[in-house]
């Protein structure tokens, strides 16, 4: 969402072990969501038969959506396509070869939120099917968020977190790739967005302290040109101003007194953390 300047002083939640529990099972059922959703992303489907999917798995599993009514907003995910960065809205487009999707999803369950987001390239560059340069946007955004919930595991303050996403993309050898700066992460809980901003670049602050049940949606946005974005007639979708195309991955993330977990993961982030050495614990233990 956009930084916001009210929110922003507002004071944080802190979630308790059983609440951050009840987020947990909400973050699992929005992976089987987006895994669903993502295998049934390919060439020639539209973006709403991927809606459709994406909504029946919440409605089997008992959860709702938060993302479907907000703000009227019509769908229960956000289909963004290649300059298009974030709050695509799912519709009649159909998607082809080579296209770069990001799916950004949520769900509800017992009253407690999940957020999370992915891209896939529907192809590869290895077929001939996709830009190597669009691969490495993904890969680079998807290792920024894990760079992300690794120095959420230890940070002192949430302006680490942007810290350390900055750094790392800042020394990435290559195409320079631009870190959106008007559209960020923010707390989750018993809302989608809770304060804080939590900003995927340097700022300079600090930033508010993180405390124990501080829950926070990561997601880091990058393009292959200028960070400069408009939004469509629409009244939603958030394009490149200069055509370049996004990424955009997302988990929701908690800190409690056993340590850090990944809500959206079902492992906790256990299997990409190893690699940072962060050995994530559930809320509760
Ligand atoms: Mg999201
Ligand atoms: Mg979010």
């Not at 072990?17 to 947990?24: D, K, N, R, V, Y």
């Not at 298009?84 to 009649?92: A, L, M, T």
């Not at 804080?196 to 508010?208: L, Q």
Request: proline fraction near 6%; aromatic fraction near 6%; hydrophobic fraction near 40%.
């Amino acid at each position: 969402r956009s930084p916001d300047p009210v929110i922003g002083r507002r004071s944080l939640e802190l979630k308790t072990a059983p609440q951050l529990q009840a987020m947990q099972r909400a973050g699992v059922v929005l992976s089987e969501a987006l895994d669903a959703t993502l295998a049934a992303a390919a060439p020639g489907v539209t973006t709403a038969e991927l809606d459709a999917v994406f909504a029946g798995v919440l409605a089997e599993r008992g959860a709702t959506s938060n993302f479907l009514g907000y703000y009227d907003f019509p769908a229960s995910i956000c289909t963004s396509v290649n300059d298009e960065v974030v709050h695509g809205i799912p519709g009649d487009r159909v998607l082809q070869t080579g296209d770069v999707l990001k799916v950004d999803g949520g769900a509800i369950v017992d009253g407690w939120h999940a957020d999370s987001a992915r891209t896939v390239i529907l192809g590869s560059s290895a077929a001939g099917t996709a830009d190597p340069a669009d691969e490495r946007l993904s890969a680079i955004t998807r290792e920024a968020l894990w760079v992300g919930i690794a120095a959420f595991a230890s940070a002192t303050h949430v302006g680490d977190i942007g810290d350390a996403i900055d750094e790392f993309v800042t020394a990435q050898p290559g195409e320079e790739l631009g870190i959106l700066e008007e559209y960020v992460g923010h707390g989750i809980g018993s809302a989608m967005h809770l304060p804080p901003d939590v900003f995927n670049y340097r700022t300079g602050h600090r930033g508010p302290k993180i405390r124990s049940g501080l829950a926070l949606a990561i997601e880091p946005m990058l393009v292959r040109g200028s960070i400069d974005t408009k939004v469509l007639a629409d009244d939603w979708t958030v394009v490149t101003l200069d055509g370049a195309r996004a990424s955009q991955w997302e988990h929701s993330v908690c800190r409690h007194d056993g340590g850090v977990w990944v809500l959206t993961a079902p492992d906790g982030g256990a299997s990409e953390l190893a690699r940072f050495g962060v050995v994530p614990v559930p809320p509760g233990e």
